[in-house]
């Protein structure tokens, strides 16, 4: 029996519910790779046996040469092109941006051409930016990091694009932000093809609590990084940094080679509010995320940000986003 197929009681061959072949980039991110695709091998069989039983992939190529990803580690693609209608999803895994051709143009071809036979195509990680870059997202919204957002605009005005979610599935295209995104939206195709319980098995073994979905939110991107000044993104990177609330503000100033007087001017004029109220406004981000990821309890969450008690704590973050901390987190488990 060939290891992509199970029999049935009556002894006949059925093949994998879920058929995902792979296109590695040129530097692909290798994280957002192996959590796909081990997703995929730990929904297909049970006790983690890695038989490909409900699933089955491939690692398709112009090629057989080995792919260098981002980290230096290499992977052979395990197929040649073939049919794209033997897959139910096409996976294109990019990585850095900086490479000129991440894929070759046999490679674009044979998107195209799956694009033509109708089979859904995934861009994770970067990977949007190649589907973009052959024509293949004109009419779909693409999910990217909030890291690559800017460029994607720059690149490509006239398509649609999202930093907010972790990933997105816009008809006959995919997108993921990468990293651990890349398991849930694995997950969320074993829960269409193979089963619930597959996908529980999956996330178990890899230690992840639950499957987040195409609502949830990405991890927010940093505050600094919607202002040109370097010495106040300096500023706000150490106060991520310091996110218990110990630094002083007149130490954050010397860290950057400022008087506390002259800090203040400056985040005044480019932030509108002083490096205090940044500092509390990080520190309330950060325990807001925390609140959403965890099961943590209040006082826990308190003692992260710098508060003594939670009574302190819940009043900063009503003052702060206008709900309680309890309020937020029950808010956000009714969306899940």
């Not at 995919?174 to 319980?197: H, N, P, Q, T």
């Amino acid at each position: 029996m060939r290891p992509e197929q199970h029999r049935q009681a009556d002894g006949a061959a059925k093949p994998a519910q879920l058929k995902v072949g792979f296109v590695l980039a040129r530097s692909f991110t290798l994280s957002a790779f192996a959590l796909f695709i081990d997703t995929l091998r730990l929904a297909s069989d049970e006790q983690d046996r890695s038989g490909r039983v409900l699933a089955d992939w491939q690692v398709i190529g112009s090629t057989r040469h080995l792919i260098n990803s981002s980290c230096g580690v290499q992977v052979a693609p395990t197929s040649d092109f073939v049919d794209p209608s033997n897959f139910n999803y096409i996976v294109v895994v990019g990585g850095l941006l900086t490479v000129e051709n991440p894929v070759d143009q046999q490679t674009i071809t044979f998107l195209r051409q799956a694009d033509a036979k109708k089979v859904p195509l995934i861009g994770v990680c970067t990977g949007s930016f190649i589907l973009a870059a052959a024509g293949l997202m004109k009419r779909h919204e693409s999910c990217v990091s909030w890291l690559h957002y800017k460029e994607f605009r720059e690149r490509f005005p006239d398509l649609g694009v999202r930093s907010d979610r972790l990933f997105n599935l816009d008809r006959q295209r995919g997108s993921c932000a990468g990293g651990s995104s890349a398991a849930d939206m694995a997950a969320l195709l074993v829960r269409k093809y193979i089963s619930r319980d597959a996908e529980r098995n999956a996330l178990e073994v890899l230690q992840i609590e639950k499957a987040r979905t195409t609502a949830d939110i990405q991890p927010r991107r940093p505050l600094y990084d919607d202002y040109d000044d370097a010495r106040v993104k300096a500023a706000m990177i150490t106060m991520e940094q310091f996110v218990d609330g110990s630094i002083s503000i007149q130490k954050l100033a010397a860290m950057v080679g400022l008087s506390r007087r002259q800090l203040e001017r400056i985040f005044l004029d480019k932030t509108g509010m002083s490096p205090a109220k940044a500092y509390n406004r990080v520190r309330m981000e950060r325990a807001k995320s925390i609140l959403v990821q965890s099961k943590a309890p209040l006082i826990e969450i308190a003692l992260d940000v710098g508060f003594e008690n939670a009574s302190q704590f819940t009043r900063t973050f009503k003052r702060t986003f206008g709900q309680t901390p309890s309020q937020h987190r029950a808010a956000a488990s009714r969306v899940h």
